[in-house]
């Protein structure tokens, strides 16, 4: 095994930069918990479809995840592999593009219909691709310089957001008509990712055999997982709870357009805000999980989501919704280095593609089960109740993180 020099860790940092870069840019044109909700809404799909949009994204993401660990348990030419599962979120993106700016099928009464299939076919694709980048970003970092690296990789990805949101916010005040202007915004995705997936072509792999895994071996560790994990299990519970995040997500918006009638271009101020208020807290919770653990960063996460509900029970005018979304930035922006190194933290010298999956399998019924019953009080109008379940479950998974969870960091604890 050749391990990976500081010097190539260094130039792969600067090649994800430019990756995020691009992901974020063009992302900010297909945002889950602003873009895609309000988009629904335009196109006329039911409000409990419009506002479970961010869980069942979750949900569809976790799908093909267990099966894609397993199926691909040998690969070693990792490169190869994440760009090559990259082009089906590409191929998705363009037709997304295609169908709301040139064909008709985007004006019809079944257009929301139609993007909510495309929008199936994206969370898919990043189902599939996740535990494979996953482990490719495994073989392409210094274990102990991961958290800086995904906090900067990630702050890059709200840097590009942040343009994207701009370019966004400029394209729904111009007269291009409804839902071209949209589907302008998707086909700058496709060209955005398409240009993140090329760069994978620049990183460099630590280099050995790895040795191959049967079928009977990969079920053999993944019921050791299963089982003999109690630290690991807590932090599942704990992330139960914070699946009640999932469906706010996408109600935040929903939610406030109702109360304070605002024009659809503030969808664009509201990513610029996210994504600043993402990137400086990306950057931040690695950091401070380099120094202090990343279950540290991790409540950092739960704390912000926590912040933003009470924001939304309280609000009082635009400046509170503003408030809202850099509340809700900063916890998606602690959440995902913290997430991804917890995973790398806890899975240890294992397969890192396993635990991720595990993770969203695991959690992809309690998804269901909490975009149901918020879905059910959206119908009935009770918006405000929702936010309170939603509020007392992270209160729930703030307790049971900070008190009963030991940080998983191999200088403290092995598993």
């Known amino acids: 095994m050749r391990n990976l020099s500081?010097?190539?860790?260094?130039?792969?940092?600067?090649?994800?930069?430019?990756?995020?870069?691009?992901?974020?840019?063009?992302?900010a044109f297909h945002t889950v918990y602003a873009v895609v909700p309000l988009f629904l809404k335009e196109l006329g799909s039911p409000d409990v479809i419009a506002t479970s949009s961010a869980g069942l994204f979750s949900i569809i993401i976790a799908m093909?995840?267990?099966?894609?660990a397993a199926l691909t348990r040998n690969i070693t030419n990792m490169k190869k592999m994440v760009i090559i599962v990259h082009c089906l979120i590409l191929l998705v993106a363009f037709l997304m593009g295609y169908v709301f700016t040139f064909s008709?099928?985007?004006?019809?009464?079944?257009?929301?219909?139609?993007y909510f299939s495309l929008f199936i076919a994206y969370a898919l694709s990043i189902g599939i691709i996740v535990p494979i980048w996953a482990d490719f970003l495994e073989k392409t970092t210094k274990r102990s310089l991961r958290g800086k690296f995904f906090g900067i990789g990630f702050a890059f990805n709200s840097l590009g957001a942040f343009g994207g949101g701009i370019v966004l916010k400029y394209l729904l005040e111009t007269e291009t008509s409804f839902p071209k202007n949209f589907g302008i915004g998707f086909i700058i995705l496709f060209i955005s990712l398409s240009l993140g997936t090329i760069v994978f072509y620049f990183y460099k792999e630590k280099n050995y055999n790895k040795p191959r895994k049967s079928f009977k071996t990969f079920k053999k560790e993944t019921k050791e997982i299963i089982i003999n994990r109690p630290n690991f299990h807590r932090y599942l519970f704990s992330r139960v709870f914070y699946c009640a995040t999932l469906p706010a997500i996408g109600l935040y918006a929903v939610y406030c357009q109702n109360k304070f009638n605002f024009d659809i271009s503030e969808v664009g101020s509201f990513t610029i805000l996210n994504v600043i208020s993402m990137g400086v807290f990306s950057y931040l919770s690695g950091y401070i999980g380099d120094k202090h653990g990343h279950k540290t960063s991790m409540l950092l996460a739960y704390l912000?989501?926590?912040?933003?509900?009470i924001l939304a029970i309280f609000s009082k005018n635009m400046f509170w919704v503003y408030c809202i979304f850099?509340?809700?930035?900063?916890?998606?922006?602690?959440f995902m280095p913290s997430a991804m190194n917890l995973i790398y933290d806890f899975a240890d010298t294992s397969d890192k593609k396993t635990y991720m999956a595990l993770i969203d399998s695991f959690l992809a019924p309690f998804s269901i089960l909490f975009i149901t019953g918020i879905g059910f009080l959206v119908n009935d109008n009770k918006f405000v109740l929702s936010f309170y379940i939603v509020g007392f479950c992270l209160f729930?998974?703030?307790?049971?993180?900070?008190?009963?969870?030991?940080?998983?960091?191999?200088?403290?604890?092995?598993?």
């Open 6 to 27: 500081l010097k190539d860790h260094y130039q792969n940092q600067k090649f994800n930069n430019l990756h995020e870069f691009f992901w974020g840019f063009g992302s």
């Open 64 to 68: 093909p995840m267990l099966f894609i």
């Open 104 to 114: 008709k099928f985007g004006v019809t009464p079944n257009a929301w219909k139609i």
């Open 304 to 309: 912000f989501h926590f912040t933003a509900v």
């Open 326 to 334: 850099i509340s809700l930035g900063a916890g998606q922006g602690a």
């Open 396 to 415: 729930i998974s703030i307790i049971i993180l900070h008190f009963f969870v030991k940080d998983p960091k191999p200088n403290k604890l092995s598993h």
